[in-house]
């Protein structure tokens, strides 16, 4: 019986050092992935004190013209909830051919949320959010879990997203 019990006490001592680790961390996985502009110039990511909750992730191009009509009103509101919200970030997935055309795009309207390296975009946390049309845009919670996609990653309007964005984000 002493046995059992002390491997019982060495058991759940072990879980409390090894699950803290184990916990899923979407933001973390990408966060390598990430650069960021700074004065119109690429730079690394700078990591966060806090990795955030919830990160929606935006995939668009250059080339698109309705990602080029959306994306000014993304900027636009993404200033004003980011500000209220530190436990949100948003990330930029570019279908651009080439990095000066995705950098290029980030400038012209002026993105201040991060971005994936261009070759990023096949990476599994990025590519199994992504659905066949652009612009499109999702938001995920820090296990990866989808909370706004649709059934099969079908495509929906970016501005329902947002709405949807602002009723699951507090």
Request: glycine letters at 6%.
């Amino acid at each position: 019986m002493k046995t059992i019990i002390l491997h019982f006490v060495i058991g759940i001592g072990v879980l409390h050092l090894v699950l803290p680790g184990v916990r899923a961390d979407y933001f973390g996985k990408i966060e390598p992935r990430l650069f960021q502009l700074e004065d119109g110039k690429r730079v690394d990511f700078k990591k966060p004190s806090k990795n955030p909750q919830f990160t929606a992730i935006y995939y668009s191009a250059h080339w698109c013209p309705p990602c080029r009509a959306f994306t000014p009103k993304l900027v636009d509101w993404y200033k004003d909830f980011k500000a209220k919200h530190e436990n949100f970030e948003l990330v930029f997935v570019s279908s651009d051919k080439s990095e000066e055309a995705q950098i290029d795009y980030m400038k012209e309207v002026g993105m201040p949320w991060p971005a994936a390296k261009l070759a990023s975009k096949s990476d599994p946390n990025f590519k199994k959010y992504a659905t066949s049309g652009i612009p499109y845009l999702v938001l995920i919670d820090e296990n990866g879990k989808d909370l706004t996609g649709k059934e099969g990653n079908d495509w929906q309007p970016p501005t329902e997203v947002l709405k949807k964005i602002e009723e699951l984000v507090k």
